[in-house]
Every structure is written in C-alpha cells, then in structure tokens.
C-alpha cells in the first residue's frame, strides 16, 4: 500500500494570514495524482486541490496552491488569505493511475483551525 | 439534491446485529467504493466495485460484505456488528474515463456498534 504521511496533527492560523500545510508520501510508480480534501465539521469530504503528478507546474485554486516537489515526495498546500469557514480538517491523498483499484490513499490529517 | 446519498445518515448497533448501510448516486458513475473512517487514520478502504459484476476487496474488508444492486447502488453489510466497527463510512464514486480522477463522497454514515 502506499503511504501518505501528514506530520502536522493540528495548526492553527490568525484569520486573514497565510498558513502551510505539510505532506509527503511514498511510491514507486512515476505517474500518479495528489489530492487535499477538506472536511468540516459537517463532515463532508470536499475537494480542495489535485496536482497530476506528470504536470510540472502547481495546481492553484484561488486562495489555495500546492507546492509539488516530485523527487522529494513532497505535496504541501497554502491556504491564503485564512478565512473562518477554512477552520477544518485537511486530509492529504494519493491515487495510482489505473489498472487497479484506482482508490485513494489516505494521510492522517490535519487539523486546521482559523483564528478570528 | 445531493449527488451521493448515503442511508442512514447516524445508526447505533449492538454486537450482533446485522446491518446495512446504503449508497445511491445519479452521477452515473460506474465506479464506487466504501471507505471508514477511524479518528487518527485518515480513510481507509473497505470495497470496491467498478460495475455490477466486479466487486473486489479492499485494504480492511474482513467483517464486511458489499453488494452492487445496480450502478446506482452499492451497499455495505456488517453481518454481526462488533465494537470496534464503530466508525464513519463513507461511498464515493468516480469516473476517470475522461482523465478527471476526483472522486465524489457522500455525507457519510456514523456507525456506533454498542
């Protein structure tokens, strides 16, 4: 199996500032795809960002971008500009391409929480 | 309403008891999964199916069964419920025929096995 590993159990930011948050994960496969999924408190698991693993450049979505560092099996997100409703957990995941079972491999989370 | 329906949406089991947790989707997906949620684990998965007829195990499938009804539908069973299947489940499906790999979730179910 593959394995995702988040090291941050649990950040916190001040609303409005910018906060990192941290995953590698390890694979022999060349060709992949890298996901953050937010849940809150809801419960929900919302996509938040991909990156395909052959893309050299970082995926953005409005405030939220990826650091993608493929010889270092490293796949951060940035969080810009915090805001409240970001106050969540952030799981960070990995997918083989198919064949196979083409299922998600998940990291332990982080706990994020946005400080008014 | 929502893509990816899961029933029901929190249940509380004793040790024994058979239970089924249920999934619909109207994406016409034809993959969909089942994943649990253990706090400190992150999700991990339980079956999978990629049609009707294919339907394989996943990384902690011992104590569950799953059946495929239709494409729609893909159930999760607990034939004798045990403590330690408390848990969040969720279903998830996907389609990466057209290169997009995202996979949807439902809401999840919260399973308390007393």
């Known amino acids: 199996a593959q394995t995702v590993t988040q090291s941050q159990p649990e950040m916190s930011v001040q609303e409005a500032e910018t906060v990192t948050l941290s995953c590698t994960y390890d694979?022999?496969?060349?060709?992949?795809?890298l996901f953050w999924y937010k849940q809150p408190p809801s419960r929900q698991m919302i996509l938040v960002i991909r990156?395909?693993?052959?893309?050299?450049q970082n995926a953005t979505e409005n405030r939220f971008s990826v650091n993608f560092q493929k010889a270092a099996k490293s796949f951060s997100l940035k969080i810009s500009d915090s805001q409240l409703g970001d106050t969540a957990m952030y799981f960070c995941?990995?997918?083989?391409?198919?064949?196979?079972?083409?299922?998600?491999?998940f990291g332990t989370g982080t706990r994020l929480t946005v400080i008014p | 309403d929502a893509d990816v329906t899961q029933t029901p949406r929190n249940r509380i089991t004793k040790t024994g008891k058979r239970i089924m947790l249920e999934c619909s989707q109207t994406?016409?997906?034809?993959?969909m999964y089942w994943y649990r949620q253990d706090p400190g684990l992150g999700l991990r998965l339980i079956y999978y199916?990629?049609?009707?007829?294919?339907?394989n195990k996943g990384e902690i499938s011992d104590g569950y069964s799953v059946s495929r009804q239709a494409q729609a539908k893909f159930s999760l069973s607990l034939e004798s419920a045990i403590p330690n299947q408390t848990a969040l489940y969720f279903c998830?499906?996907?389609?990466?025929?057209?290169?997009?790999?995202?996979?949807?979730f439902g809401p999840g179910t919260r399973l308390t096995v007393l």
């Open positions: 998830a499906t996907s389609d990466p025929s057209g290169g997009n790999h995202e996979q949807f």
């Open positions: 694979t022999s496969e060349n060709n992949y795809y």
């Open positions: 990156q395909e693993a052959y893309k050299q």
């Open positions: 995941a990995f997918m083989k391409p198919p064949p196979g079972a083409n299922n998600l491999f």
């Open positions: 994406k016409g997906h034809d993959r």
């Open positions: 199916s990629f049609d009707v007829k294919d339907i």
